[in-house]
């Protein structure tokens, strides 16, 4: 299941004490916000690990608006019992600085998780030698339903 959602005000500071009781390595990205790289949760861009019992305070401002999610950024590979696989993930929702973020009748938070069996990490990749997944990156954002929309696109 996913975690607790979080309700964030845009541009107000807040501290956010992660404590980490997974039994292994972890930490937390937070996605669509604008982040000192330390503070991102991915270890790519400088943020540290935290270790097993231990905690880290993520001190950010939250921008910009809108709904977002966090999730663990440990490596979990093919274990189902760790990371987003586990339920590590949550929303993050970013209320406007200017006021009311709109009307509406209910507020329906949905999450769908899907695992792709042949997908590895970047740091797999750097460790042996390439596996042939049948996936394709698009070389410009646009995609269709069946991938890629009439665009180069380039094998990785």
Same mark, same amino acid.
């Not at 987003?84 to 339920?87: A, E, P």
């Not at 590895?120 to 797999?124: N, Y």
């Not at 698009?138 to 339903?145: G, H, K, N």
């Given at each position: ?9 845009? =541009? ?8 980490n009781? *997974? &039994?292994? $390595? ?6 669509? @916000? ?5 503070q ?40 189902l019992?760790?990371s987003?696989?586990? =339920?590590e ?5 970013v209320e406007?600085? *200017? &006021?009311? $973020?709109?009307?509406y009748?209910r507020?329906? @938070? ?5 695992w792709?069996?042949?997908w ?5 990749i750097r ?7 049948g996936?394709r990156r ?8 069946s991938g ?6 380039n094998?990785?």
């Open positions: 299941m996913p975690g607790t959602p979080l309700r964030l005000r845009e =541009g107000k500071p807040v501290r956010i004490n992660v404590i009781d *997974a &039994g292994y $390595p972890n930490l937390i990205h937070w996605h669509g @916000l604008y982040l000192a790289s330390e991102d949760g991915a270890t790519e861009e400088g943020s540290p690990i935290i270790q097993p019992g231990n905690s880290l305070v993520y001190s950010i401002t939250p921008k910009p608006s809108g709904t977002r999610w966090y999730h663990s950024h440990a490596m979990a590979m093919t274990d019992t760790k987003t696989y586990s =339920g993930f949550g929303f993050l929702i406007p600085a *200017a &006021g009311d $973020p709109g009307r009748d507020e329906v @938070l949905l999450a769908t998780h899907l792709e069996g042949d590895v990490s970047i740091q797999d460790k042996v030698r390439r596996p042939t997944t996936l698009c070389s410009m954002p646009q995609r269709s339903a890629c929309s009439g665009m180069a696109t094998s990785r």
